[in-house]
Nanobody, 114 residues
Framework: VQLVESGGGLVQPGGSLRLSCAAS????????MRWYRQSPGNERESVAW???????SYADAVKGRFTISRDNTKNTVFLEMNNLSPEDTAVYYC?????????WGQGIQVTVSS
């Protein structure tokens, strides 16, 4: 199983980024996907999750600004991030849970700064 994140980088406040997480090696599509983030000095926190059938949930801090989606034909999950602020600066991780196991991506840096 492998998860590969992409799409991070440096963006100005108010800007947008779209993160992608390509998953491979799963035996079925019944995979629960989640985005986390971790900023220096803070614990890793859940940002958003999406079920295999497309139900979604968001952390209060990102509601109305972030959108999680998935393309099951490409085994990819996305995180569209709009109206970014410096407080969104963090390493973002993709996580996939199938049955009782959770797999993690390597993380990707998102920096919001002018």
């Amino acid at each position: 199983v492998q998860l590969v994140e992409s799409g991070g980088g440096l963006v100005q406040p108010g800007g947008s980024l779209r993160l992608s997480c390509a998953a491979s090696g799963f035996t079925s599509r019944s995979v629960f996907m989640r985005w986390y983030r971790q900023s220096p000095g803070n614990e890793r926190e859940s940002v958003a999750w999406i079920t295999p059938l497309g139900a979604k949930s968001y952390a209060d801090a990102v509601k109305g600004r972030f959108t999680i989606s998935r393309d099951n034909t490409k085994n990819t999950v996305f995180l569209e991030m709009n109206n970014l602020s410096p407080e969104d600066t963090a390493v973002y991780y993709c996580a996939a849970t199938q049955s009782t196991r959770t797999y993690w991506g390597q993380g990707i840096q998102v920096t919001v700064s002018s």
